[in-house]
């Protein structure tokens, strides 16, 4: 499978929520970085990938996956979600870049970069506006979204 596929099946995956697809294109020393959730490794990885996609059942979401090329071992591509942000209601549109490294023909380092600031803005409102530029907003976020992700893996 080339690594076009394995980004293009990775993000069918996402779109039908099915964790278990994603989870399988990850290497087990996969290291994963955005600025939502800092940096995750192997299993933690992947939990974050089962807890998001199980927090979108039955309700409006959609990922579109754009201009994904390779290069050796590594692959970039352009995504983006479409979601309601679970605790404000309020509709979010993330335009997310992101760059793989690939291992023994899986994922074994996923970086996704996008504006902290545009996506608070969106989905919190103008507090997000406010804030979502800092280094405070960035930190206080990594801690929440790393604890809903402690409470996901001790339930699990």
């Known amino acids: 499978m080339t690594m076009k596929t394995v980004i293009e099946n990775f993000y069918k995956a996402f779109n039908d929520r099915d964790a ?24 933690r990885a992947k ?17 579109e996956v754009s201009d994904i090329t390779e290069d050796g071992n ?25 760059v793989f490294t690939f291992k023994d023909g899986k994922i074994v380092k996923h970086i996704d970069t996008f504006s902290l ?7 919190i409102g103008f507090k997000g506006w406010l804030l979502g530029g800092t280094s405070f907003f960035k930190s206080k976020l990594q801690q929440q979204t790393n604890h809903l992700l402690d409470k996901f893996e001790s339930n699990s």
């Open 74 to 98: 590594i692959a970039s591509a352009h995504w983006e979600a479409h979601y309601n942000f679970s605790k404000t209601g309020r509709k979010v549109h993330n335009k997310i870049d992101a």
């Open 20 to 43: 278990d697809t994603m989870v399988s294109f990850y290497h087990d020393d996969i290291v994963f970085e955005d600025p939502a959730f800092g940096t995750l490794h192997g299993e």
């Open 47 to 63: 939990n974050m990938w089962r807890m998001l996609s199980n927090a979108q059942k039955g309700k409006p979401f959609k990922i």
């Open 117 to 123: 600031h545009k996506w608070a803005s969106q989905a």
